[in-house]
């Protein structure tokens, strides 16, 4: 029973030659949940070789282009597939007009129901659950109305029986660090949590509402996380083993996060 992270994009607002801005697909037990969907997914699906109609849910953090450009053109090819199972979409109530102008410019052709339900999450919610995973959103603070996601694997009566645990993964997307989200992800097998900026830049991190290395870094500490994934870096980190130093003098267990890597939980 497959539970594998793959990273899309790891760049920020502004995409470069070798890094999109932010995608990732999470596999749990064969079926597929894109978190994010910056410029370049769909490309990044293709070269990553997954399934756009495995996709069973895709959930959005926020309103924000660099989280946002892809999905168009990801629905529109899922369309041309001739998908016919409904796609569940979450993310911020503002993310409803936009998947209605989609449907009323673009939408000819489409055989499968876009099934949307806007977030409201104050603490962490359930907003989907299946067969393999139940998933809850939680508040970041960023500029706008923005939320992470848990996902939280269902295990079938015969394997925990066998003393099999259940894996579980947190996204925490663009936020300032505060004492909370430590809460909302605890214990998590795997967390990602955007790390824009070296601690040098403490300041501009605060002001732009994104989180630092050392911040990202204290937050998987204090969650008793297993690993830390890192990125949304800024187009200025060019000296990825100082950023990567800064992150494991807190937590050891951290990886910075390319575009196209896979994690096997």
Known sequence: MN?????MGTASAMPISDRNPSAQM?????RLFLIDCGEGTQQMIRR???????????????????HLFGLFGLLSTITMYGRTAPLYIYGPAALGPILNFYRNFFGEGMLFELRFTPVEAASPTLVHESKAVQVSAFPLRHKIECYGYRFD???NPKAVQKGIKPRSYAYCSDT???????????G???LYHEATYTDDMADKAEFRYHSTTVQAARCALQAGAGKLIVGHYSSRITDFEAF????RA???????????????F
Do not use: M, P, W
């Open 3 to 7: 539970f594998t992270l793959t990273t």
């Open 26 to 30: 999470l596999q749990v037990h064969g």
């Open 48 to 66: 990553c070789h997954l399934s756009f109609i495995k996709i069973e849910a895709i959930f959005i953090s926020h309103i924000h282009g660099d």
């Open 153 to 155: 694997e269902i295990l």
């Open 176 to 186: 300032l660090a505060f004492d909370e989200l430590a809460d909302y992800v605890r």
């Open 188 to 190: 998590v097998d795997v």
């Open 244 to 247: 990567i130093a800064e992150c």
């Open 250 to 264: 807190v937590f050891e267990n951290t990886v910075a996060a390319q575009d196209g890597d896979v994690f096997e």
